[in-house]
């Protein structure tokens, strides 16, 4: 299989949350995207798949190692090739690459987290360092976007967090800081045999105040500028956002169910924030999360 088959065949058996905004994108730049997500993907199933933590390093080296080669404009991997081809057309910085590697890397030396300062670099490096690169395809004139990609990548992330509580716990995983566990009452335990108790609501709430309020800086960063280039970046947090929203209204009831937004959630928050871009040259700037569009 070539390489730009392999790319759109894993980025379409996904199905991710970010799929609408990527089919809004003008082709070259969501094919850029394809091949990053594609590269994202491979490298946390690495350490997803298996129990050979040896393995898993070396598959985690040999990708630095590919990294090192798709700059080199030698790479090997299908999606490596893909990657090149990106690179070449957008100036995607090599640091946030390795940040990503770094990141998965980190599940396999910390199941826990004591504290969310502690938790930072990691959803900085898994998520953040993925807003960094989207923003370099996407194109930006404001230095403020980057601020916008760091903090809407940690808001993305904790989402992720609260949404996944169940199976990462199941994986020996608890992103949740664990004083924050001690705070609420709430054990490892509870976690991974899915027990709902009001002290698990409370972390729950709790947390996703923390996602808020990463929400709401990523937003008062945001370039009003660059509305228009950034609207697939918005595309993405407006989804997320939505997701926070419908596990508060389920009163956290994640593990009965996985909290998805259905087709049509997505793709109307796709359509708004693509034609909110092209019809508004500017906005009024978002003071608050709660005041946000819907």
């Known amino acids: 299989m070539n390489a730009e088959r392999f790319v759109s065949r894993l980025t379409r058996k996904s199905r991710s949350n970010f799929f609408y905004a990527f089919l809004l994108l003008p082709r070259a730049q969501r094919e850029a995207i394809f091949a990053v997500y594609a590269f994202c993907r491979i490298v946390d199933d690495t350490v997803d798949v298996g129990q050979d933590r040896s393995a898993q390093r070396r598959e985690l080296l040999r990708w630095r190692e590919e990294i090192g080669r798709v700059f080199e404009g030698r790479p090997e991997h299908p999606a490596a090739q893909r990657l090149r081809e990106a690179i070449r057309a957008f100036p995607i910085p090599r640091a946030a690459l390795e940040d990503i590697i770094d990141g998965v890397e980190m599940d396999l030396d910390h199941p826990t987290y004591e504290t969310f300062e502690a938790l930072y670099p990691y959803c900085y490096r898994v998520a953040s360092a993925v807003g960094l690169c989207a923003i370099a395809i996407f194109?930006?004139?404001?230095?403020?976007?980057?601020?916008?990609?760091?903090?809407?990548?940690?808001?993305?992330?904790?989402?992720?967090?609260?949404?996944?509580?169940?199976?990462?716990?199941?994986?020996?995983?608890?992103?949740?800081?664990?004083?924050?566990?001690?705070?609420?009452?709430v054990?490892?335990?509870?976690?991974?045999?899915?027990?709902?108790?009001?002290?698990?609501?409370?972390?729950?709430?709790?947390?996703?105040?923390?996602?808020?309020?990463?929400?709401?800086?990523?937003?008062?960063?945001?370039?009003?500028?660059?509305?228009?280039?950034?609207?697939?970046?918005?595309?993405?947090?407006?989804?997320?956002?939505?997701?926070?929203?419908?596990?508060?209204?389920?009163?956290?009831?994640?593990?009965?169910?996985?909290?998805?937004?259905?087709?049509?959630?997505?793709?109307?928050?796709?359509?708004?924030?693509?034609?909110?871009?092209?019809?508004?040259?500017?906005?009024?700037?978002?003071?608050?999360?709660?005041?946000?569009?819907?």
Do not use: H
């Open 139 to 185: 194109g930006y004139s404001d230095p403020r976007a980057r601020e916008y990609a760091v903090n809407l990548g940690i808001a993305l992330q904790l989402t992720n967090i609260l949404r996944d509580v169940q199976p990462d716990a199941r994986m020996g995983r608890v992103y949740l800081p664990q004083e924050d566990l001690r705070r609420f009452g």
């Open 187 to 294: 054990t490892e335990d509870e976690l991974r045999d899915g027990r709902y108790t009001p002290g698990f609501a409370e972390l729950m709430t709790w947390e996703a105040g923390r996602a808020r309020d990463y929400y709401g800086r990523a937003w008062q960063a945001f370039p009003e500028a660059d509305r228009r280039p950034l609207f697939a970046a918005e595309i993405m947090g407006r989804t997320y956002f939505a997701l926070l929203r419908a596990m508060e209204a389920s009163g956290f009831r994640v593990f009965e169910r996985q909290v998805t937004l259905p087709a049509s959630r997505r793709l109307a928050i796709a359509l708004r924030c693509w034609a909110g871009a092209r019809l508004r040259r500017r906005a009024p700037k978002t003071a608050t999360v709660e005041s946000t569009p819907r």
